[in-house]
């Protein structure tokens, strides 16, 4: 086992062992290894850096390396695509702990020999990994224990080269393994640049749901760092209501592009709530909810549930209307009294026909104070015609209410 501070600047001998380089940095290749190889190290003979692949030398360790023929080719060293330097790209910069979940910096990087190649097996996260950097082998403190961060649970490694997309590629999976908000508080503490990194290797759901849990501000400047068609994928998997939002905190231009890269379904029910004012029911509401005619029976409204290809993310209701098509209310239901009645009744035999509602030019605090005031988890809302145009959720009432320190809690409340 090596740390890659104990190689860099250590002498690189020829096979008479006389010194002839040194060791500048340490080189691996990014794949679909979960313990990346050393595929050479970048060595330095009188101030020109060259490669030397790892199958050039032997005796890799603390006193160096040793070449196995006595020819250097001086040819100046250029990274290729997937590419990793250890010292450069990886020391004191920050990765992702999946584990432990949480965002952490390197302070070294811990190899090992598997016999077919020397390996990262971790980053050294401790105060001791950075002191190995200062002190001379041997000095105090050099042998006290280290917290290694085992190299399988790096969802994401923050560098400042081309070559990050390689490793983001590697890192979807392990990332996908957190929840969307704890990606979001992890990619907050991130540089801009990072945190939309972060985002842009989750597939388009994930993604998607990643950035809800985000203020509308930082949504917006993710967005607009990605390519446009990437951007407009999300944004049709974000709620309309999200969509919306994020949208108008855009400049106008940028925002007019992109939605006109979406999918006409998804730009229609974005360009719906877009006609109301941002402080009224209208502006607050999305338009994701389930109606079912009320001649349907319960059971049927059941299997009509597993069997859709799309449902909202937070099902609280289900919304009766006077027929199949019709946007008509008649009553609601919630979802545990759908479960719990009788498959056999129909839903106009179930359902509440009394019930609270807001227009669509209600002020939106008023309509959040009523979800509060009535323990309400969504608000329909109905326009002139006695149609459902859409719903307020009881996490969009509660960024109203709340203070600005407590909204950045509601994730975990109500997530």
Same mark, same amino acid.
């Given at each position: ?182 990606? +979001?508080?992890?990619? /907050?503490?991130? !540089? *801009?640049?990072?945190?939309?990194? @972060?985002? =842009?290797?989750? %597939? &388009? ?26 951007? +407009?994928?999300?944004? /049709?998997?974000? !709620? *309309?209501?999200?969509?919306?939002? @994020?949208? =108008?905190?855009? %400049? &106008? ?163």
């Amino acid at each position: 086992m090596l740390y890659v501070s104990q190689l860099i600047n250590r002498p690189i001998y020829d096979p008479r062992k006389e010194k002839i380089a040194v060791i500048k940095d340490v080189v691996v290749r990014y794949g679909s290894e979960e313990y990346p190889p050393v595929v050479g190290i970048v060595a330095r003979y009188r101030r020109r850096d060259f490669f030397m692949a790892s199958r050039e030398f032997k005796d890799l360790g603390l006193s160096g390396a040793t070449i196995t023929k006595p020819v250097l080719d001086l040819t100046p060293f250029t990274r290729r695509d997937g590419e990793v330097l250890l010292g450069k790209d990886v020391l004191d910069n920050q990765l992702i702990d999946v584990d432990g979940k949480r965002v952490v910096r390197v302070n070294d990087v811990q190899l090992i020999d598997t016999g077919d190649a020397w390996r990262v097996s971790g980053a050294d996260v401790s105060l001791q990994g950075f002191v190995r950097r200062l002190m001379p082998q041997g000095f105090f403190g050099s042998d006290r224990a280290v917290e290694v961060l085992d190299w399988a649970d790096v969802g994401y490694l923050a560098t400042d080269t081309a070559t990050v997309t390689v490793q983001l590629k590697s890192s979807k999976d392990k990332l996908s393994r957190l929840h969307p908000v704890e990606i +979001a508080q992890l990619a /907050e503490t991130l !540089s *801009p640049i990072h945190r939309t990194e @972060v985002v =842009e290797s989750l %597939d &388009d759901e994930f993604a998607a749901d990643t950035l809800e849990e985000m203020s509308t501000e930082a949504q917006a400047r993710i967005l607009e760092e990605m390519d446009e068609e990437r951007a +407009a994928d999300i944004l /049709e998997e974000m !709620s *309309p209501d999200e969509a919306v939002d @994020v949208l =108008e905190e855009m %400049d &106008d231009q940028k925002s007019e592009q992109l939605f006109a890269l979406m999918e006409d379904d998804e730009k229609a029910d974005v360009a719906e709530l877009m006609a109301f004012d941002k402080d009224t029911a209208g502006g607050l509401m999305t338009t994701e909810f389930v109606t079912f005619p009320r001649s349907m029976t319960v059971g049927e409204a059941i299997r009509s549930l597993r069997e859709m290809a799309e449902t909202p993310n937070m099902i609280y209701y289900m919304y009766v209307v006077e027929e199949a098509g019709s946007w008509k209310i008649s009553g609601l239901i919630s979802l545990r009294s759908l479960i719990l009645a009788d498959p056999t009744k129909k839903l106009e035999d179930v359902m509440r026909s009394e019930f609270r509602f807001a227009h669509p030019s209600e002020s939106a605090e008023e309509v959040a104070q009523t979800i509060a005031d009535y323990n309400l988890l969504a608000l329909p809302v109905i326009d002139d015609d006695g149609d459902l145009a859409g719903i307020v959720t009881v996490d969009d009432a509660m960024e109203i209410l709340l203070p600005k320190n407590l909204q950045r809690r509601l994730p975990r409340l109500f997530g």
